[in-house]
């Protein structure tokens, strides 16, 4: 089963900064964060990944709050091809990715 | 080069009859990994090797098999495919045990069973 829970969509405007929540309460201290998206016709993509506090990289920033049950993605001026499911996976060293349902992000112009 | 490659990346198969698809990677990667995909459906893990060792799901461990002959190259064999199985199965590898969830998918193989 998957260890979180995502909004199942959001609408952006070109341009716009877009943050995606993922719940994660049940995350053990072993497990860090990681973020994927996937377009349509295409593998799942990584993002960026976490343990705790901030990240940011070329593409995103990720929030993580202090307990460690939150994590917010940041999308600064999203594009047209950004619009994509977004997937927020907690894993350990066992060599198991869960996928949950994600957060299908529309994007318009 | 971090692709992972797929092939075929699409396939027609008849109700009943053996699907292969075959996945490679050139990372060195110790694991490889299978997920099926369906539409509105978040990909679902069906079976991972580490290494030569098989690890399959268990709501999925009678409809697929996998072969690992060398470590580049992982296979996901249907031996009679059924209307459900229709999907996107998607090839992914990773690095060691360790942090192993930034893996690299392939771009999928489409199955369509008629």
């Known amino acids: 089963l998957a260890k979180t829970t995502q909004p199942p969509s959001m609408e952006a405007y070109e341009g716009q900064e877009v943050n995606v929540s993922c719940s994660h309460t049940n995350i053990a201290t072993s497990e860090y964060i990681y973020w994927y998206r996937q377009v349509p016709h295409q593998g799942p993509q990584f993002i960026i990944q976490?343990?705790?506090d901030y990240v940011v990289n070329e593409v995103a920033s990720l929030f993580i709050s202090a307990d460690r049950k939150l994590s917010t993605l940041s999308l600064p001026w999203v594009s047209l091809r950004d619009a994509a499911v977004y997937y927020c996976i907690v894993t350990s060293n066992t060599d198991k990715v869960v996928f949950g349902t994600g957060t299908r992000l529309q994007v318009s112009p | 080069d971090t692709t992972v490659k797929q092939n075929p990346r699409y396939k027609l198969a008849r109700v009943g009859k053996p699907v292969n698809l075959i996945c490679s990677q050139t990372?060195?990667?110790?694991?490889m990994y299978w997920y099926q995909k369906k539409p509105n459906q978040a990909p679902k893990l069906l079976l991972f090797?580490?290494?030569?060792?098989?690890?399959r799901e268990a709501d999925t461990f009678e409809k697929f098999q996998s072969s690992r002959p060398n470590n580049s190259f992982c296979s996901l064999y249907i031996g009679s495919a059924g209307l459900e199985y229709s999907a996107m199965y998607l090839c992914a590898s990773s690095r060691g045990t360790a942090n192993t969830g930034q893996l690299y998918f392939g771009e999928g193989s489409k199955l369509t069973v008629l």
């Open positions: 976490g343990y705790k």
């Open positions: 090797y580490y290494d030569k060792i098989l690890n």
């Open positions: 990372m060195n990667h110790d694991t």
